[in-house]
């Protein structure tokens, strides 16, 4: 299995397969961390939501600790959605950057065939005006 960053849009049914897979660019989150930080774009935490359904069903009795602990308002901060168009900037970004060689990776066609999915899922969302953001997958 493993972990994974997975596209989710909001709209329950876009008309087409949202699908990626994601594991590549888990695996390589910590020197895609230092590639944004060297080209200037928000990490991939950045673009990470979660609704708090999804959150209570991952954390589950670790939730009522954090709640415990004075999570503000006892309620996680609000899924954010971000505009296809920024997904593609930032995603494009990442991908020339990569194809340049300004980051030293292993398996980098994986990590570039995961970045190709999330483009052309972001582009496809672009066109019915559908709004994205990240979710993990564990």
């Not at 415990?68 to 494009?92: K, L, S, V």
């Not at 999915?117 to 994205?132: D, F, N």
Request: glycine share 8%; net charge negative.
């Amino acid at each position: 299995m493993g972990v994974a960053y997975y596209i989710v849009l909001d709209r329950e049914e876009p008309g087409f397969e949202t699908f990626v897979n994601g594991k590549a660019v888990a695996r390589a989150s910590d020197k895609l961390d230092t590639l944004c930080h060297q080209l200037a774009l928000p990490n991939l935490d950045h673009y990470t939501s979660m609704s708090a359904e999804d959150l209570a069903d991952l954390l589950g009795d670790e939730l009522d600790v954090l709640e415990d602990e004075g999570m503000e308002g006892g309620e996680p901060d609000a899924e954010r959605w971000f505009a296809a168009e920024e997904g593609i900037r930032y995603f494009t970004a990442l991908l020339e950057a990569i194809e340049r060689g300004e980051v030293e990776l292993e398996e980098s066609e994986w990590l570039i065939s995961d970045l190709h999915e999330y483009l052309e899922v972001l582009r496809q969302s672009e066109a019915i005006g559908a709004q994205w953001h990240l979710a993990i997958d564990i």
